[in-house]
């Protein structure tokens, strides 16, 4: 009878361990996942204020005009680094830079691989436009 109790408790004991190994795998790879979106969020925003605030400008000096010039690129898109649309904040590009950063190693992500590409659509304002970002930091899926 003792040994059945003894069997009993070490089996629990096994089950309790294996919850408790897959709760941390599931809990680590939500945080894995959450990190990396952070990123992702960050990286959009940046790209999106760079594109409004600069390079639709960079097009004309005219909606008609821009809207003319940036059509060509509505298949194609317009691909820009991590290291390029930091640089469009000079005063802040190494801040900017600095916060892209795996959260596990510490590592830098990859500034030049990194990127944004900018889709316009029609009717080519400023605000026409989907964002398609790759982050490289080294996270693993």
Avoid: H, W
Wanted: proline share 1%; hydrophobic share 30%; aromatic share 14%.
């Amino acid at each position: 009878m003792k040994l059945n109790k003894k069997r009993i408790i070490v089996i629990i004991s096994a089950l309790a361990l294996l919850a408790i190994v897959i709760y941390a795998a599931i809990y680590s790879a939500k945080t894995d996942e959450r990190e990396e979106q952070k990123l992702y969020d960050q990286l959009n925003v940046l790209a999106s204020n760079y594109y409004k605030d600069y390079y639709y400008n960079l097009f004309g000096d005219n909606d008609t005009e821009i809207a003319n010039r940036i059509s060509q690129y509505k298949d194609t898109g317009i691909t820009i680094s991590l290291n390029d649309l930091a640089k469009y904040k000079i005063d802040d590009y190494s801040n900017i830079l600095s916060s892209y950063k795996n959260y596990k190693t510490g590592s830098n992500c990859d500034y030049d691989n990194t990127k944004v590409t900018f889709y316009p659509y029609e009717p080519y304002g400023r605000n026409d436009f989907r964002i398609e970002s790759t982050v490289v930091c080294g996270f693993n899926k």
